[in-house]
């Protein structure tokens, strides 16, 4: 899997981009486009290194990994209760994560990790408690948990098809640690 982050061209410098990735800036490489960026252009990004051009539209959309999006509201609820606490850093922040919520942890890190620079977050670590996929069925009675799967097809107990999901769905932010 190849993780991308959306960020806009700052500056040009021959085969060197700066670039913002909301609020963060760092250099890369625009070695493996197939033409030079200009100044507000928006770029997929990987390991330094700009792979794709895309539009400003695509990113706002959240047609593009939507973990970003997803990332800036955890920054900026770890910053707005750091502050309203009186407290100068965020150590941690722990996410409630059910593995049907469409969210890939990686992902969500990933861009965790490169929206925090600059910010009182800067030195958080994103701590997730995933939560299984579990139900009860209908059929059976009984309930359910499958830890290894994103979906549910059919009772694991009985093979029915009438259930409903109760968790695994989960997306919030649960705990801070703050100083």
Known sequence: MCLAVPSRVVSVDN???????????KEISIKLLPETPKVGDFLLVHAGFAIQKISE?????GELMHESSLAINIVEIAQEECRNR???????????????SGVLPESLEF??????????????KLIFEIVPVGGTCQSCQKTFEAHDVPYVLSCP?????????SKGREMEVVSLEIS
């Open 15 to 25: 085969e060197v981009a700066l670039i913002d990735v909301f609020g963060a800036r």
């Open 57 to 61: 539209e695509a990113i706002q959309s």
């Open 111 to 124: 861009a965790f990790n490169a929206l925090k620079e600059n910010t009182i977050a800067s030195k958080a």
């Open 86 to 100: 009186g407290c100068a850093s965020v150590d941690s922040v722990t996410v409630r994560l059910g593995k049907a």
């Open 157 to 165: 107990h009985c093979g029915s098809t009438s259930f409903e999901i």
